[in-house]
């Protein structure tokens, strides 16, 4: 008994210096952090500025000027390019037949009229300019130049291009403008137009990026990952062969170059309008590869941005949304009447009360009634506050009642306004609580929270693709119902019918662009409008597929092929359906009952089965009757299962631990392991039940040893404690929970291999005893019971003390209960 109790104080010393250890450690780590912290930011003008380094843990906002501007920029980029290019190989003013009359005067038959020198010399160098920002921003992207000295000079050339085109054109509406009307401005001009708009677009978000480096928000380089940087290189080739493939149709088939980048963006995009085809066998024969290529291209863009935008949704919107649920179930949540009653702002009850309703049912209900009425729904609470009633009294002789005025209209909306304040808004919310007693119903109400968000995703994904597709069609509309009124004459009725067709590229070839400015518009709009829209169509086009899906599955399951349990579950999701059919049941049984009168059993005559009157399997057992009155007025413990302080009958996991030996665990771990790693293939991702998580966590905590172990454990690998509707939830990681759950596993595979070294270690060694290593038996220290101050110390621990001072007054090393081991080493403390 001495030995044992000896044995137990030097573990408790050793699990407080491994306590003590952490401790220091985590405070060394949190400095560490701190300088980390200082030393990476440079603040300059007072604070105004701060710089971060290349790349830094620090927190990272303003998440669309890190991460969407890049692809936005890199997209603007390459289509400023082209469209200079268009600009520069083409007058800028046409002639047209007939002084403009139609329908000889078409756009289409323009003769081009020479521009003036000073005109092509500044439209080369707004190229020049453009191509220098557009390459500085790809070097910056591949890591060749850093961000602070490309993104400036990015800004600065497209600006810079942007200016001069802009200044181009002026002076050319100045000085030397087109006569009308048998003179305009050719696709040229509009393609300079839209050119100098994009640039300085692309400038301005460049800026708005730099801001947000300069104020500290990320670090010194573009937010990005794999597939983002993957997107940008294919869009940038994606215009280089709709470029490329524009010269060599201008060369092949007549074009000229505008004609030939709508034909070829008419074509790469499969609208095929038909007012452009290639009538040489050359073009036709180029056109296999283009197409082919180009539509490859596409493809690659189009799968890129999908997965951008889902991205997008995951990380910004869907978790967002996902963690406001949790939150908001979390606020709701209920174990005990303690707890209710703090959530709905009760006093507590008085011991009078309590001492009552310890003897009967009834003090409990009384002790809610007087503040309002509980109604139990499934796991819902929902509680009905009394209202105060007015005093029977108005303050007059006799207590006379004095008549009450109707309010006025603006006392009506002060009333109104009342109603929709924070504080009554949190009264209506606490009326409604969730009643999670068990660790199972945590377990459930969080995958409650992911089928909902799930579903939520899905709605959200829908109406997002319903809102761009229609911002792009009606904008669009709007603007070719403007650009081609001259020579079709569209009304805005036709403008989004041609939209539409172009949108789904159906291309019947009844309308197609035909004037100079709308030809390059439709260019522009249609390279954004087209790849966007298509990815929403995929999103929403999920949404309505799984919908279908499941209106098939339940109408299977209600005639065809029944599935067995459906209508169980039918009546455990309508609970209120329920109650009125177990209502309609118990009145029909009381009827039955009635009509057959009062019955009195022969003792001579025997009962069926072979039993007779009087044994104890007759009696009534507990939970015999229906227990389905889930929408009674008082609180039933009966019903919730819980008393004052919380003593619910609680599904624990941890007691499950004990059901096999420390052996057992590890070959069932070793199994666990090889069947998770074959649930990562799954696809989708698995879902584990409930019964498998307790499996899981009993494998996962039972490798850990004392408190102290297990918060060691969390700071250098995973989580062992969890709740299930906490932060820390494994529902809520950003990986699968098949990677989650083998990740704790190994993790605790490696430390019942270390404890299994070490105990051996220890063990086998002459100069430490296994007992003061607090091995005895092969039990380690947390499983013995520790003496408490109040607990009759055994002899033994009198003579240990006295050697303890001893020790201490010579100056020997000893076990301290604030100080840690000086004898061993660090690791080995550590690990015990």
Same mark, same amino acid.
Not at 710 to 732: F, T
């Given at each position: 008994?001495?030995?044992?109790?000896?044995?137990? *104080?030097?573990?408790?010393?050793?699990?407080?210096?491994?306590?003590?250890?952490?401790?220091?450690?985590?405070?060394?780590?949190?400095?560490?952090?701190?300088?980390?912290?200082?030393?990476?930011?440079?603040?300059?003008?007072?604070?105004?500025?701060?710089?971060?380094?290349?790349?830094?843990?620090?927190?990272?906002?303003?998440?669309?000027?890190?991460?969407?501007?890049?692809?936005?920029?890199?997209?603007?980029?390459?289509?400023?390019?082209?469209?200079?290019?268009?600009?520069?190989?083409?007058?800028?003013?046409?002639?047209?037949?007939?002084?403009?009359?139609?329908?000889?005067?078409?756009?289409?038959?323009?003769?081009?009229?020479?521009?003036?020198?000073?005109?092509?010399?500044?439209?080369?160098?707004?190229?020049?300019?453009?191509?220098?920002?557009?390459?500085?921003?790809?070097?910056?992207?591949?890591?060749?130049?850093?961000?602070?000295?490309?993104?400036?000079?990015?800004?600065?050339?497209?600006?810079?291009?942007?200016?001069?085109?802009?200044?181009?054109?002026?002076?050319?509406?100045?000085? +030397?403008?087109?006569?009308?009307?048998?003179? +305009?401005?050719?696709?040229?001009?509009?393609?300079?137009?839209?050119?100098?708009?994009?640039?300085?677009?692309?400038?301005?978000?460049?800026?708005?990026?730099?801001?947000?480096?300069?104020?500290?928000?990320?670090?010194?380089?573009?937010?990005?990952?794999?597939?983002?940087?993957?997107?940008?290189?294919?869009?940038?080739?994606?215009?280089?062969?709709?470029?490329?493939?524009?010269?060599?149709?201008?060369?092949?088939?007549?074009?000229?170059?505008?004609?030939?980048?709508?034909?070829?963006?008419?074509?790469?995009?499969?609208?095929?309008?038909?007012?452009?085809?290639?009538?040489?066998?050359?073009?036709?024969?180029?056109?296999?590869?283009?197409?082919? +290529?180009?539509?490859?291209?596409?493809?690659?863009?189009?799968?890129?941005?999908?997965?951008?935008?889902?991205?997008?949704?995951?990380?910004?919107?869907?978790?967002?949304?996902?963690?406001?649920?949790?939150?908001?179930?979390?606020?709701?949540?209920?174990?005990?009447?303690?707890?209710?009653?703090?959530?709905?702002?009760?006093?507590?009850?008085?011991?009078?009360?309590?001492?009552?309703?310890?003897?009967?049912?009834?003090?409990? *209900?009384?002790?809610?009634?007087?503040?309002?009425?509980?109604?139990?729904?499934?796991?819902?609470?929902?509680?009905?506050?009394?209202?105060?009633?007015?005093?029977?009294?108005?303050?007059?002789?006799?207590?006379?009642?004095?008549?009450?005025?109707?309010?006025? *209209?603006?006392?009506?909306?002060?009333?109104?306004?009342?109603?929709?304040?924070?504080?009554?808004?949190?009264?209506?919310?606490?009326?409604?609580?969730?009643?999670?007693?068990?660790?199972?119903?945590?377990?459930?109400?969080?995958?409650?929270?992911?089928?909902?968000?799930?579903?939520?995703?899905?709605?959200?994904?829908?109406?997002?693709?319903?809102?761009?597709?229609?911002?792009?069609?009606?904008?669009?509309?709007?603007?070719?119902?403007?650009?081609?009124?001259?020579?079709?004459?569209?009304?805005?009725?036709?403008?989004?019918?041609?939209?539409?067709?172009?949108?789904?590229?159906?291309?019947?070839?009844?309308?197609?662009?035909?004037?100079?400015?709308?030809?390059?518009?439709?260019?522009?709009?249609?390279?954004?409008?087209?790849?966007?829209?298509?990815?929403?169509?995929?999103?929403?086009?999920?949404?309505?597929?799984?919908?279908?899906?499941?209106?098939?599955?339940?109408?299977?399951?209600?005639?065809?092929?029944?599935?067995?349990?459906?209508?169980?579950?039918?009546?455990?999701?309508?609970?209120?359906?329920?109650?009125?059919?177990?209502?309609?049941?118990?009145? *029909?049984?009381?009827?039955?009952?009635?009509?057959?009168?009062?019955?009195?059993?022969?003792?001579?005559?025997?009962?069926?089965?072979?039993?007779?009157?009087?044994?104890?399997?007759?009696?009534?057992?507990?939970?015999?009757?229906?227990?389905?009155?889930?929408?009674?007025?008082?609180?039933?413990?009966?019903?919730?299962?819980?008393?004052?302080?919380?003593?619910?009958?609680?599904?624990?996991?941890?007691?499950?631990?004990?059901?096999?030996?420390?052996?057992?665990?590890?070959?069932?771990?070793?199994?666990?392991?090889?069947?998770?790693?074959?649930?990562?293939?799954?696809?989708?991702?698995?879902?584990?039940?409930?019964?498998?998580?307790?499996?899981?966590?009993?494998?996962?905590?039972?490798?850990?040893?004392?408190?102290?172990?297990?918060?060691?454990?969390?700071?250098?690998?995973?989580?062992?404690?969890?709740?299930?509707?906490?932060?820390?939830?494994?529902?809520?990681?950003?990986?699968?929970?098949?990677?989650?759950?083998?990740?704790?596993?190994?993790?605790?595979?490696?430390?019942?291999?270390?404890?299994?070294?070490?105990?051996?270690?220890?063990?086998?060694?002459?100069?430490?005893?296994?007992?003061?290593?607090?091995?005895?038996?092969?039990?380690?220290?947390?499983?013995?019971?520790?003496?408490?101050?109040?607990?009759?110390?055994?002899?033994?621990?009198?003579?240990?003390?006295?050697?303890?001072?001893?020790?201490?007054?010579?100056?020997?090393?000893?076990?301290?209960?604030?100080?840690?081991?000086?004898?061993?080493?660090?690791?080995?403390?550590?690990?015990?």
């Amino acid at each position: 008994m001495d030995s044992d109790w000896t044995t137990r *104080r030097t573990a408790s010393h050793l699990s407080r210096g491994n306590a003590t250890e952490s401790k220091s450690r985590t405070l060394t780590d949190s400095r560490s952090i701190t300088l980390e912290r200082t030393d990476t930011v440079r603040t300059v003008a007072g604070g105004l500025i701060k710089l971060r380094g290349r790349d830094d843990n620090l927190p990272q906002r303003w998440w669309f000027a890190s991460t969407a501007i890049p692809l936005v920029a890199a997209t603007i980029g390459p289509l400023s390019n082209v469209l200079s290019i268009a600009a520069l190989v083409t007058p800028w003013r046409v002639t047209l037949p007939n002084n403009g009359q139609l329908p000889e005067g078409t756009d289409a038959a323009g003769i081009g009229i020479a521009d003036p020198h000073w005109e092509i010399i500044l439209n080369a160098l707004s190229l020049a300019c453009g191509f220098t920002g557009n390459l500085f921003l790809l070097l910056n992207f591949t890591g060749r130049v850093r961000y602070i000295i490309a993104l400036p000079l990015s800004i600065l050339f497209w600006i810079l291009s942007s200016v001069i085109l802009i200044g181009t054109t002026i002076a050319m509406n100045v000085y +030397i403008p087109p006569v009308g009307p048998g003179q +305009i401005y050719s696709q040229g001009f509009w393609h300079a137009v839209l050119a100098a708009v994009l640039y300085f677009a692309g400038g301005i978000i460049l800026m708005i990026n730099m801001i947000g480096y300069f104020r500290g928000h990320y670090p010194q380089q573009f937010n990005l990952d794999d597939n983002q940087r993957t997107l940008i290189l294919q869009t940038m080739m994606f215009f280089f062969w709709l470029a490329g493939g524009s010269g060599v149709f201008c060369a092949i088939e007549g074009f000229t170059y505008p004609d030939a980048l709508y034909y070829a963006d008419v074509s790469i995009l499969t609208i095929g309008f038909g007012d452009y085809a290639p009538a040489t066998d050359t073009g036709r024969g180029f056109l296999f590869v283009f197409e082919l +290529i180009g539509i490859i291209f596409l493809g690659l863009v189009i799968s890129s941005v999908s997965r951008f935008a889902a991205n997008i949704g995951v990380d910004k919107i869907i978790k967002k949304h996902q963690k406001n649920a949790q939150e908001s179930t979390v606020g709701r949540t209920v174990t005990n009447e303690k707890e209710l009653r703090e959530r709905l702002g009760l006093p507590p009850r008085s011991v009078s009360t309590a001492t009552m309703s310890r003897q009967s049912e009834l003090g409990r *209900r009384e002790s809610l009634a007087q503040y309002g009425s509980i109604k139990i729904v499934g796991r819902t609470v929902t509680f009905h506050e009394k209202r105060q009633k007015p005093p029977a009294g108005g303050g007059g002789r006799g207590g006379a009642a004095r008549t009450i005025r109707p309010l006025s *209209r603006d006392a009506k909306l002060r009333a109104h306004e009342t109603a929709n304040t924070p504080l009554e808004k949190r009264r209506q919310r606490r009326q409604k609580l969730l009643l999670l007693q068990e660790e199972k119903d945590r377990f459930d109400a969080m995958r409650q929270i992911q089928e909902e968000t799930k579903r939520w995703k899905q709605y959200w994904a829908s109406g997002m693709a319903l809102l761009a597709f229609g911002i792009l069609w009606c904008f669009g509309a709007l603007v070719f119902m403007v650009t081609e009124a001259r020579i079709l004459h569209l009304s805005y009725f036709d403008s989004l019918y041609f939209c539409f067709v172009a949108l789904l590229t159906i291309g019947y070839g009844d309308f197609s662009p035909k004037s100079n400015i709308g030809k390059p518009f439709f260019i522009v709009w249609s390279l954004i409008a087209v790849p966007i829209v298509t990815v929403l169509i995929q999103q929403m086009s999920k949404t309505v597929v799984s919908a279908v899906n499941r209106g098939t599955f339940k109408v299977a399951d209600w005639t065809i092929m029944p599935r067995k349990g459906v209508l169980k579950q039918f009546l455990d999701n309508h609970p209120n359906l329920r109650d009125y059919l177990v209502r309609l049941a118990e009145q *029909r049984e009381a009827r039955k009952r009635l009509a057959r009168g009062f019955q009195v059993q022969d003792p001579d005559e025997p009962i069926p089965g072979g039993r007779q009157p009087g044994d104890p399997d007759l009696e009534a057992e507990p939970g015999t009757f229906s227990t389905m009155d889930t929408t009674t007025t008082g609180f039933s413990a009966t019903v919730l299962g819980i008393d004052e302080k919380g003593g619910a009958s609680r599904v624990g996991l941890e007691r499950l631990a004990a059901e096999d030996t420390e052996h057992d665990l590890a070959r069932k771990l070793a199994m666990s392991i090889k069947t998770v790693a074959h649930d990562l293939r799954a696809d989708p991702p698995k879902r584990y039940s409930y019964e498998e998580w307790a499996h899981f966590t009993k494998l996962i905590r039972f490798s850990r040893r004392t408190r102290e172990e297990v918060e060691l454990i969390e700071e250098e690998e995973g989580l062992v404690e969890w709740d299930w509707i906490g932060e820390n939830s494994p529902m809520l990681a950003d990986i699968t929970e098949a990677e989650w759950v083998l990740n704790r596993l190994c993790e605790s595979l490696n430390r019942y291999m270390k404890w299994q070294a070490y105990k051996h270690q220890y063990t086998a060694s002459s100069d430490i005893n296994p007992r003061d290593a607090g091995i005895v038996d092969g039990v380690p220290p947390d499983e013995r019971p520790v003496f408490s101050d109040d607990e009759a110390e055994p002899s033994g621990a009198r003579t240990w003390k006295k050697e303890l001072d001893a020790k201490k007054a010579r100056g020997d090393d000893y076990y301290d209960d604030e100080d840690t081991i000086e004898s061993l080493d660090l690791e080995k403390q550590r690990t015990l």
